[in-house]
């Protein structure tokens, strides 16, 4: 068994491969991590308190809410609550290996020790990805500006709420079952900003966005083999690497950030005071994907270039399919919340369309 350990700061795409390649691979948090998560759980502890001031999503609602203070008695039955106005989506449900990355990314997030949520909530996150329990997430539901319904469904398996499901050993079963089945406890209970800080952020759009990267590095050798058949690379091929090399660049660092509201902050004189900002939006990651499926679909030009014989039939028609993954999307901004925050990259769209772009050259490649 390989065990690897997550600190918030350090975990990269080459280790999310190794950990996706090896099953035999066990997650756990690091102790330095536990340690920044405790104090700052320690602060938000206080600020449950009599007396203690008000902080948004702390000790108050949420949305229209946000200026009515919940009492600490209520907060556990609160908490238990929020989810649901939130767990909304149509659609299949997304493959369970990207849900299943999005949990190991989520953990890593709230390892930083910056969202004040308790070591314990970690591990249990990272108990649920080690027995591979992937929450049933539907694929609509997210303009990329916090992926809150995507992964407010990952909150209920986590909790092991009423109405959820997750998928086990190939099973789409009740989560509560599936964790059962698996060895875990079927229920844990969520405390005071442990629901907010799971569901503000867009981690699902970087758990596909991860993946779509992984597989298309799997296939970069032979997509380089083929267009190389019978000389160099062709010119346009320099342009590609570099978006390639930006593209790593932008999803290595989007894997090791805090992306919750509010963060906490340790003062000079002691304590933590707790600071808002947009930090859900992924406006970067959109505009890395909308790139890269630009760059696969003209190396998916190249690939059917190279296709002959009777292949050349359905090498075009997959061709054309991943020409229309290339229509950007993250320049198509519009209102969703009323102007408040709103600007809106739709970049879980754009990572989709590169999932599936990566998927339909994987079968260019083979033709």
Partial sequence: MSLYYIDGNSLTLDMIGRITADKEARVALSEEASARCRATRAQIDRWMEKDAPVV???????????????????????????PYPHAAGMGEYLPPEVTLTSLLLRANVLARGYSGVRPELIE??????????????????????????????????????????????????PSREALR???????????????????????????IAVLAF??????????????????????????CREVIGFTKGVLNRENNISCD?????????????????????????GY?????????????????????????????????????????????SIPT?????????FSFTAARKFYYAVELTGKLLAL
Avoid at 56 to 78: A, Q, R, S
Wanted: proline share 3%; glycine share 10%.
């Fill in 56 to 82: 948004y999503g702390v000790n108050t609602g949420l949305g229209n809410l946000k200026d009515v203070v919940v009492p600490p008695e209520k907060h556990i039955e609160w908490n238990k609550t929020l």
């Fill in 124 to 173: 249990r996150i990272l108990s649920i990805y080690n027995a591979k329990v992937a929450p049933a997430v539907h694929s609509e539901g997210s303009t990329g500006l916090s992926d809150l319904g995507p992964l407010a469904q990952n909150v209920m398996t986590v909790a092991g709420l009423d109405e959820a499901k997750a998928y086990y050993r190939g099973n789409l079963l």
């Fill in 181 to 207: 089945l698996a060895g875990l406890a079927e229920s844990f209970t969520l405390e005071c900003k442990e629901v907010l800080a799971q569901m503000n952020g867009s981690t699902m759009t970087q758990a």
């Fill in 214 to 239: 992984l597989r298309f590095e799997e296939l970069s050798a032979g997509i380089e083999a083929r267009l190389s058949s019978g000389g160099e690379l062709p010119e346009f091929y320099e342009g």
């Fill in 261 to 285: 509201n509010p963060l906490l902050f340790e003062l000079p004189e002691g304590g933590y005071e707790a600071v808002m900002g947009c930090n859900c939006s992924n406006t970067q990651v």
């Fill in 288 to 332: 890395a994907m909308d790139m890269m499926n630009t760059v696969i679909a003209e190396l998916a030009n190249g690939l059917h270039e190279k296709t002959g014989g009777l292949a050349k039939s359905e090498a075009r028609h997959l061709l054309n399919k991943i020409k229309t993954c290339a229509m950007q999307v993250s320049a198509d």
């Fill in 337 to 345: 919340k009323g102007g408040q925050e709103d600007h809106v990259e």
